[in-house]
DNA sequence: GCGGCGGGCTTTTTT
DNA sequence: AGCCCGCCGC
């Protein structure tokens, strides 16, 4: 342990020394922030001699946790298995199945992610009918989170509701709550704010986890929201040994409610808090580090911390202007090629980030032209397919059956007659006579059904429905986890259901995916379906990444945080983009657009390249981007401006070989078939017909007077010649019938003939 | 009343 | 890629 600790540095030592208290670390990039918190924790276990039960460290992604578990397990061996280490919402989750009861709530709740939350809110804005032209539902529904974030239950936030918009919510929040108490389901704001009512609720509970808790720990505290904060106070209340980790430079989920503020706070609400900075960055370069701390100094309200490295300068930061998106993937591949070539790096070293999913795109196309190995996370998100959602939902009604987002989505899928009309009037009986959607269909059976007005043809489909649920239900404890999939997707004829669609093959190989999965948890502790069910809403994109493929990786900048890369490229650095143009109105927002960038430029360690292009294609066309505003913060001497935009021409050229086959490791997963779960690595086929890139060649200026040839409009002669950003307007008067045309010099493709 | 199909719109970031 | 909407055939 000794040993350990010598290998930091002071500040880092302080920080892991400290174990009695509050003690507040701000840890800029790059500063051994994991290694500070491991380190700690090792410490209390083996030097302190606490025990590993007492121990709860919070971190923001399972990612983070489960890099945490293992880096433990290496520190102090098998102890760490005791530790408690996981995200706010998996911690809770744990509490809530436990103890849940306390608050009427059953272990076997289910969790709603933010697509059966928009179900469920659209369902209830049709209930209470407020139309979607009313009020937005994603602006309702960020409403509602917000609300729980600062624990403003329905009735609170009913009395305060002043405006149109805020009244209509209150309508609709009362009544979503409601549907999610007998659903028997909880969303991700409520898995907090429901913990934290189970706590203050019972002190029996509470001192239950504040005397087995003896020490807290929080990683990524900028990003906590205020329940957060709040339950991480209530559970630290009776020891008061409480350590949050965070840098208030890298907080960029304001807009998931999570409160800069509370750094702030911890230091009024523990007064004789210690307060350690780690701001040696042992990460990047001195050219990286000293362009992030020049953009970064731009925000006004900071608490400024102070970073430095004993690393050289190393190389300086490289900015490129493209075109047009595509010609920014090409360049980015291109530069990736050379890298890899020139034995600087090699594939998984390297990332490129960007503001918007939508921004991947263009990029992966390139990737794919050329053949050469990248990951994506979220692409189209594995579990938010719709099979996957399909499948899914038949599971949580075997473990919940009053989940009513699940049973409406599943009701009616695959097809069994059961239209809008026949669902409504079943729902309305329901409610009439005040039982829960599910236990009306048990009734069904019964005499009753004349009251519900429902066509004999849907009585007989529903009934068969349940019956269907009730048969599974019968076999589930003989059954594994795989063998009620099967008995689902074989009952449902799901198989032939997908194959009668366009892209069914792939959909049901998605299916497959989802199977093997299950296949991993079979004889684990894990494999109860609550957990499996709660693993599956709970993952997000990051998590799935896959380790130590040989593959490129391609993120947003949100993603990217907590992640480092030998090469960054960070793509679209662009006004509209980053900083988004929704952002731009608020200074407080443009300053989170500014961390968001500060983020990305200091994931890097050695190389890093900022690309942006001139225009692109928006919702609402063509659109000509400025270039970013931070880029004007970057110091010349950190970086190299290549500038290249005189008017260009695209021609596409044949690749005359396999771009990447000489390297074996990319080579052999795609020789492999290698499949990965959830986010697959994608691999250009080998056979695929044209590997071309396209050029972008410099458009010879026209003066007035030259002779061109045009393809079609043939021989003519130059009226005009004006450029426009990096593509040119020329007005040629034609000989032929063609006369007079204006003409864009990229697409004209024309030849001069002679001069003027 | 139900199912299926085509067109339009979507998206900033996500536990 | 998926949802919503309107339309049409059964």
Redesign the pocket.
Known sequence: MTDIISLLNPAQKEAVETTQGALLILAGPGSGKTRVITHRIAYLLNVAGISPRRILAVT??NKAANEMKERLNILVGPMAENLTVG???AVCAKMLRIDGKTIDLDSDFTIY??DDQTALI?KVMEKVGISKETIAV?ATIAEISKSKSELITPAIYTQKAASFFEKQVANIYKRYQSELVSSKALD?DDIIMQTMHMLQNSETVLKKYQTRYQYVMVDEFQDTSPVQYELVKLLAGSSGNICVVGDADQSIYS??NADIRNIVNFEKDYLQAKVVRLEQNYRSTGSILGAASAVIAQNKHRKEIKLWTQNGSGEKIVANVCLEPKEEGQYIVKEIESLVTGGKASFKDVAVMYR???QSRAIEEAFIRYGMPYRLA?G?RFYE??EIKDIVAYMRLMQNPYDSVSLLRVI?TP????????LNDISLWAENNNILLYDALALLKSAERQVTGL?LR?VKALLSFYQMLESWRQKIDALDLVGLFDLICIDIKYKEYLQSME?GQERWENVQELRSTLQLHIGLASETLPLVLENIA?I???DSLEEGASAVTLI?L??AKGLEFLAVFIAGVEENILP?I??VADEGELEEERRLFYVGITRAKKYLYITRCEGRVG?SGFAINDPSRFLNDIPEQYINNKSNSKPRMVIKTPLQYRPWSHYSSSKDAADSGMKTTLNKERFAPWDAPAHYEEKYIEIEPLKQGDKVHHPIFKEGVVLSYKEKGSDAEVVVQFWGEAGQKKLLASFANLTKTGLA
């Open positions: 923001f992604t995200t706010f919402h992610d933010r659209k994603n991700f807009w998931r918007a999913n939508a979220a189209t397919r719709k009616n097809a069994r007659g059961l239209g809008d009309k026949s066509s849907a892209d709970l997000s994109d990051v947003t949100h993603q988004h929704r952002s919702y």
